[in-house]
């Protein structure tokens, strides 16, 4: 595997061709965003500049701008966000306009780095191929979907899901072995007598001492991930309970079982205080809540699944709804199935104990993320209706995770297995040659002949059959020369075999990627120049010193294609746009209803019923909303544009009841203030609607 030059350490060539491969996969994806200017806009907490306002405004233990005041979530070093948004501050200090390409270069890195050392614990004789594990976990088809849908939080949870499994299985280890090598010491006779109780203390304590290392690397890795992966994807820690389950059936040994166990309970006691801030207001202010799954929920859910048909789910291609259909025409089925072809021959060449588990997550996973499509459609929706830890998953292709995690296992057994020993890869895969080529083609090639014997050919088939046993004797000597090739140990042929085998994985992965290649991630990346006008206006909020948020207006939801300074589509998120492109001095009012702040669901029926600037005035003082910002950049030709001018007219006919409009030295956005109270009040008639909040519905009626 390695090569020694003089003067030089060894170098190791699989290493090298996949550690390159890293850094080419990520920079061709992104190549065409590197050189262009503005601000790169992408990602759900992403592509923002001068995160230090968010990060200091998460320094504040107690925000009225937060949950309408009555919760202390600002609390610094609670929430994930907060290291989230200090993780920006320090990648916009270093590198500036490409913070946001440093951001997605560490979102990729962590289900690199997870599958990395998982792997390496499965299995020790990977060796270097693990970078090839990390590669097809951070950059399989699936995944590419989600870098293309801009959720970097849910591929940062496969990286800690991955970490959360490596945590789990070094602390059981650890356990396993102090208490294997405890009871093997205290079983022991001395003096004809056991050990007492103080001394069996003592020795534990020294076992302790020495798994030390162990105990606190797996517990402290595992349960960080898990507390981080409870305030990002909530999903992936049901799963990670299923693959916990898995984990202790097939311990094969009651006592091993039991150690298993208390491991888990430990991680599990852990992470509960780890996220106390979560549930312990809820006992203390708890308080009855109905919940149903609707119909609407059950809707959504066969059309999430749609996609997730078994033939996608086996290729990799179950998050086709966030590409377009034409990226994914260019990726043969055929090329994909060699994923399932890999991970099969992998499983063969594996240890049976491992292959089982491997294949036992591989079904699970694959089942549940085709959801309500064929066979057996009815029992996930069943499931989502009726069981509690189901509810949550409207989007079942959550489960890939688990087909992910068991192709990037299989396939990597399988090319490590043919790169350290090569004859027994073959001699398992021999296995299976009741169906292989050969005795297909014998098989044909004898009722061939008889064939053609009936016929009265049998002269003509006689002469090109000495023919074909000339070419054969020249082919079986070309075999037995790539056979030599291959299954040599000597240390040339090791090292060009390795190497080849290594860049023909590399190469086999990189064309089953659907946007890999295509410069700026499919397209969905795109940077954006922000007007002057942004700067004026926030040089002008900056120098109020009071604690207030702005309304952004108009709400132009996921597409930006009709602001003349932005002129591409832009790809969803859950942030206002302004907020993801340029962050201002103020917080930015959040009207995106159904989210995690109930403010949003006051602030999101406000701004869509701004025309009635009364009760809207109501509802935004309510959230401590003081300032309106309007857009004046739209195209004439969009349907925003009509809205806009419709919502400016409205405001200049409310200037001297509810608003004041400030001056600026730019025509590119205007700027009002809201009044401290409003002059009338107004009762509408339309509904208020609310999602979920009880507490919200509460201070609505003091209204």
């Known amino acids: 595997m390695v090569a020694k030059l003089p003067g030089m350490h060894e170098i190791d060539y699989v290493k090298l061709i996949l550690i390159i491969s890293v850094i080419l996969f990520f920079f061709l994806s992104v190549r065409e965003l590197l050189f262009m200017p503005g601000t790169l806009n992408y990602g759900e907490w992403n592509g923002k500049e001068r995160s230090i306002v968010e990060f200091s405004s998460m320094t504040e233990a107690w925000s009225t701008l937060k949950l309408l005041g009555y919760t202390n979530i600002g609390f610094p070093g609670i929430v994930v966000s907060f290291y989230i948004a200090a993780l920006l501050c320090i990648f916009e200090f270093l590198f500036g306009e490409q913070a946001a390409i440093a951001t997605l270069l560490f979102s990729a890195g962590v289900p690199f780095l997870g599958m990395h050392f998982l792997i390496r614990k499965i299995n020790p004789k990977v060796g270097n191929w693990s970078y090839f594990a990390g590669l097809i976990y951070a950059f399989n088809p699936f995944l590419a979907c989600i870098y293309a849908a801009a959720h970097l939080t849910v591929v940062i949870g496969y990286g800690l899901f991955a970490f959360a499994l490596f945590g789990l299985l070094v602390f059981s280890d650890g356990v396993e072995k102090l208490f294997a090598e405890y009871f093997a010491v205290c079983g022991k006779i001395k003096n004809g007598k056991r050990l007492k109780f103080k001394e069996r203390m003592l020795e534990l304590r020294k076992l302790i001492r020495k798994y030390k290392k162990e105990l606190i690397i797996g517990l402290g890795i595992s349960s960080l991930s898990l507390i981080f992966l409870m305030q990002l994807v909530l999903h992936f820690v049901v799963i990670f309970g299923m693959v916990a389950l898995v984990y202790i059936i097939y311990s094969w040994k009651f006592k091993i079982a039991l150690r298993r ?348 019923n701004i025309i009635d600037m009364n009760l809207s005035s109501l509802l935004l003082n309510k959230t401590n909303t003081k300032y309106i910002l309007v857009d004046n950049t739209l195209k004439e030709n969009s349907d925003y544009y009509y809205k806009a001018e419709s919502e400016k007219k409205m405001f200049s006919s409310n200037v001297e009841s509810n608003l004041e409009s400030i001056p600026l030295d730019t025509n590119e956005v205007s700027l009002f203030k809201l009044n401290s109270e409003p002059s009338l009040f107004y009762a509408s008639r339309s509904a208020l609607v609310l999602v979920g909040d009880l507490n919200t519905m509460r201070d609505l009626c003091t209204l």
């Open 261 to 608: 166990i208390l491991s888990l309970s430990l991680i599990a006691l852990v992470v509960c205080i780890g996220n106390i801030h979560t549930w312990l207001p809820y006992l203390i202010f708890r308080e009855d809540y109905y919940f149903k799954v609707t119909t609407f929920s059950v809707s959504q859910l066969y059309f999430n699944s749609e996609p997730a048909s078994i033939q996608n789910v086996l290729m990799l291609t179950a998050g086709r709804p966030y590409l377009t259909i034409w990226q994914y025409t260019n990726i043969s089925w055929a090329f994909n199935l060699t994923f399932l072809l890999f991970f099969i021959l992998g499983c063969i060449v594996m240890r049976r104990k491992n292959s089982i588990f491997v294949l036992t997550l591989f079904l699970v996973g694959a089942f549940f993320s085709k959801g309500t499509n064929p066979p057996f459609g009815d029992v996930f929706k069943e499931l989502y209706v009726n069981v509690i830890f189901f509810s949550g998953f409207r989007d079942p292709t959550k489960f890939m995770i688990l087909v992910t995690l068991a192709y990037s296992i299989g396939c990597t057994s399988f090319f490590s297995n043919m790169d350290i020993s090569p004859k027994r890869c073959a001699s398992c895969v021999s296995s299976l040659k009741l169906f292989s080529l050969p005795k297909i083609s014998k098989i044909s090639s004898n009722i061939l002949s008889n064939g053609i014997h009936t016929i009265g050919l049998h002269n003509i088939w006689l002469h090109n059959r000495i023919d074909e046993n000339k070419r054969d004797k020249k082919d079986k000597r070309d075999k037995n020369s790539i056979k030599l090739f291959i299954f040599s140990t000597d240390s040339h042929s090791q090292k060009a075999r390795r190497a080849i085998l290594a860049c023909v994985a590399v190469f086999w992965l990189g064309i089953l990627n659907p946007i890999c290649l295509s410069g700026n991630f499919g397209g969905f990346a795109t940077r954006a120049d922000v007007p002057e006008g942004y700067h004026v206006v926030d040089s002008y909020l900056s120098s109020q010193k009071d604690d207030f948020s702005v309304l952004y207006l108009p709400t132009p939801g996921p597409d930006m294609n009709g602001y003349k300074w932005y002129g591409k589509t832009y790809n969803a998120n859950y942030n206002p746009p302004l907020q993801n492109v340029y962050l201002l001095s103020k917080p930015i009012a959040q009207p995106i209803t159904g989210l995690v702040h109930p403010t949003s669901q006051i602030l999101g029926y406000a701004s869509s």
